[in-house]
């Protein structure tokens, strides 16, 4: 994300019986994905939030066969994971291992089919600064 606003949202829904329907997260000011693409998402899909929960971010790189991949990619799955994980542990009132100015939950919506519960991304304070993709191209044909 190479732009300086690095807010962003992640919309989750959940059943009734706290099975993961889908997700959404997105940039807030482009509605620009993301994540690691549809893989985690995918993953994820219809597991009970306990079990996502207890997912470890290196076994989750094993199981999608991405720990070889390059370090964005694994990065970008990172964001997804910690967003997610975030979300749920909040929607269950158990936010004590969450950075709550950083993974703010914004509103939780229930309705006869679904729970659904938003949360705000905002920017770290302290970045890691951002290179460009043109940047990191020279450097690599160095």
């Known amino acids: 994300m190479p732009c300086k606003d690095t807010t962003s949202l ?4 959940v059943d009734h019986n706290d099975y993961l329907i889908d997700y959404d ?3 807030m000011t482009c509605a620009k994905e993301v994540g690691g693409g549809q893989s985690f998402h995918r993953y994820c899909e219809g597991k009970p939030i306990s079990q996502i929960l207890r997912m470890e971010f290196f076994q989750i790189l094993q199981d999608l066969a991405l720990e070889n991949e390059d370090t964005e990619l694994q990065f970008l799955v990172y964001l997804e994971w910690s967003a997610l994980r975030s979300a ?6 158990e936010d004590e291992d969450v950075d709550t100015k950083h993974f703010e ?3 939780v919506q229930y309705d006869d ?3 659904q519960i938003n949360q705000i991304i905002h920017p770290l304070a302290n970045k890691p600064r951002i290179q460009s993709c043109f940047q990191r191209s020279l450097k690599a044909s160095d």
């Open 10 to 13: 992640m919309s989750v829904r």
């Open 25 to 27: 997260y997105a940039k």
């Open 88 to 93: 749920l542990i909040q929607y269950l009132g």
């Open 105 to 107: 939950l914004a509103s």
């Open 113 to 115: 089919q679904k729970v």
